[in-house]
């Protein structure tokens, strides 16, 4: 059997894959103060506690060519996948190190991947394209199956604040206002252009929680993979998760705590969900 990799930027959440050879390449999250990287040494906790105390407007930067180019090293067959390109320039990068590294060796293939998504719904992705390959499908049919896998997943979030995502143009300021004011919780998705779609604002997460199933039954799902990340807030995914598994018992759902770059952006409370859909 072909030997592969798996590149994915920080924004998946991943740190690794168990036995198949994987890197995370970080994105930055920088403060006034100080630069934090998206490694597995970040704490992540201790920079949204930092970020919290401060009223200094904080930005990010994706990788660059030669940080992907680092990650590839030696593999030959690649699979690299990207936080949304309508968001972040980590997918130009990585296209600009695939055409380097493929050109330098011709005999290497980089398969990139735009997620037009970010977080859990890449984690689904990489997850995909590890079982295709332990079912032994070739570096393309694995390419092709991913490109159709995308069109079957979604990602939903709901936020407390829209703060870091408006300061740095990723959302309209309008947008923005709703959220931020006290209890306020916005429902919104990844958007088929690869950008923040709300679907609604609710008072309290009690009340966002069931609508937020409610928009995901729309979206399509019906009883597939869910991954959830959350930022410092395990209690509001473990009620979603709860609510979810009332009406798909046999849900297989995971729960993990957001990384750097996603906590940076989904703030403290946040929560994005990944789902498999019809
Ligand atoms: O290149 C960079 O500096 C990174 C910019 C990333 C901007 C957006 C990050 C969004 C993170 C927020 C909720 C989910 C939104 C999904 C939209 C596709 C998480």
């Known amino acids: 059997m072909y030997q592969i990799k798996i590149v994915a ?6 740190l690794e894959l168990g036995a198949l ?63 949304t390109s309508t968001l972040s320039g980590s997918f130009n990068s990585a ?10 060796h011709p005999d290497r293939k980089v398969c990139l991947i735009d997620s037009l998504s970010t977080g859990p719904e890449m984690k689904l992705i990489v997850e995909k394209i590890r079982a295709e390959y332990e ?13 159709t896998y995308q069109k079957h997943t979604g990602l939903m979030f709901m ?42 604002k609710c008072r309290g997460e009690k009340k966002a929680l069931p609508a937020f199933l409610r928009f995901m039954k729309e979206e399509g799902y019906c009883g597939g993979l869910v991954r959830i990340s959350h930022c410092l807030n395990e209690a509001a995914a473990q009620a979603f998760s709860q609510l979810l598994k009332a009406e798909f018992p046999k849900a297989q759902v995971e729960i993990y705590p957001s990384r750097g770059l996603c906590s940076f952006y989904a703030e403290k409370g946040g929560m994005l969900v990944g789902f498999e859909k019809a």
């Open 95 to 104: 296209n600009s190190a695939k055409q380097a590294y493929e050109e330098a």
């Open 135 to 147: 079912k032994g499908r070739s570096f393309e049919e694995i390419c092709r199956t991913v490109e």
């Open 9 to 14: 930027d920080s924004s998946a959440d991943m």
């Open 21 to 83: 050879p994987f890197t995370s390449v970080p994105l930055k999250i920088i403060a006034s103060q100080k630069e934090y990287v998206d490694d597995a040494a970040l704490d992540v906790e201790q920079m949204v506690t930092d970020l919290l105390s401060t009223k200094e407007k904080s930005s990010t930067a994706c990788p660059c060519v030669g940080d992907w180019l680092e990650a590839f090293g030696e593999a030959e067959r690649i699979f690299c996948i990207t936080i």
């Open 159 to 200: 936020l407390e604040s829209l703060r870091n995502l408006a300061n740095n143009g990723r959302v309209s300021r309008l947008a923005a206002s709703a959220a931020g004011i006290l209890g306020i919780r916005v429902i919104g998705k990844a958007s088929e252009r690869g950008d923040l779609e709300q679907l609604a």
